[in-house]
């Protein structure tokens, strides 16, 4: 699509993403005004192309959820559970190492696992943990926790600062933090949504730590429930402005909230976000956040059909296989637990695009995949 395609009120924008300057909050709100879908879509093409050229990536990976025992009681959330309840579960090391190995003989090249704030679980068993499916294979990623668990870990589990707690896990193997927790950062939806949860600047503080240490990241937004499109612009603003500090975020994963599984409250009753307003977000997190080499397109949240949509609309990576995908599903996702590299790669050639796999820190591995072995396995060079 040309600019002369485009409506008078993305036409500057435009100009001005070709020109390589930076939209600004003002003109955010405006996108987000906007109902031209394929004038977003192409402003932020210009950007994904920019950055990315015409690949796009996907990572075989595993996620794993070792507990889902939590002191809170985020509105949003089915996951997290107290002791009592019937949908509380715990994984014992021997467990997760098990299902991580039979992962690996399956070719995936990341762990990515979270849970609830574990009111016993101690400081040991982390280390263990993390140490024993690190020592599965060299090369393996151990991607986990999200700020809030690391938050939980240092004030209440091994009682040290926000950096020895880190340099622990990191010693033990932890390659990467996962981007969960960020929610909307704007106080007063916090407050709402996830009251007693870390503040923005408090979930900053353990990225920008990590990153400080030469480490990287991901960063979220769960979007379409009681936020405005303002508030939205704020979570970006920030995000771009902590990037330009440190650098250290590989993506950004933006995800629609599911009201099927929310607690009593405020988030009752809310319709899932469109796949109308899906697109638009991804795309206008393409066009503000200029400083992010990649945007995921989450298919657990988004269903792979519209993923697959949405690598027209900015975003350059499809996530990962992940075999076993919990936190979406409890609260109501009815997309497939798990994609196969197959369907993730045909997803993004029908798109036009040429796919390649990835590891954990966004980094382009090769076409690696190869079709089942005999054994029914798939085999990764
Ligand atoms: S979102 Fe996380 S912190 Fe909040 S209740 Fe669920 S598991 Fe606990």
Known sequence: MTARLLTPALRPIFDQVVAGQRVTDDEALRLYGSNDLNGLGAIANVLRERKNGNVATY????????????????????????KREAHAFEMSIDEIVEKARAGLKLGITEIHMVGGLHPTLKGE?????????????PN?????????????LA???????????????????????????????APEIRDQICRGKETAEEWWEVHRTWHEMGMRSTATMLYGHIETAAQRVDHLRRLRTWQDETRGFTGFIPFAFEAEGARPGVL???????????LKNLAIARIYL?????????????GLPLA??????????????IMEEKIFHMAGATTPQHQSCAALE???????????QRDTWYRRIAPTWRPPAPAGELAVA
Not at 59 to 82: D, E, R, T
């Open 59 to 82: 990572i075989h990976n595993q996620y794993i959820n070792y507990a889902n025992h939590c002191i809170l009681s985020c509105q949003f959330c089915a996951f997290g559970a107290k």
């Open 346 to 356: 045909k997803a993004i050639r029908e798109a036009g695009r040429e796919p390649m």
């Open 140 to 152: 393996f990623f151990v991607k986990a926790f999200t700020a809030v668990e690391i938050r939980h």
């Open 308 to 321: 697959q949509q949405a690598l027209n609309y900015g975003v350059d990576d499809l996530h990962g296989t």
């Open 290 to 302: 200029d400083n992010f080499d990649h945007i995921t397109g989450y298919w657990v949240s988004l």
């Open 155 to 185: 004030s209440r589990i091994f009682k040290k600062p926000i950096r020895e707690t880190l340099e622990l896990l990191r010693a033990a193997g932890l390659c990467a933090l996962t981007g969960g927790g960020a929610e909307i950062f």
């Open 268 to 278: 009752q009753n809310i319709r899932h976000a469109t796949a109308f307003e899906e």
């Open 125 to 137: 068993w982390y280390l263990e943990l993390v140490s024993r499916l690190r020592a599965l294979d």
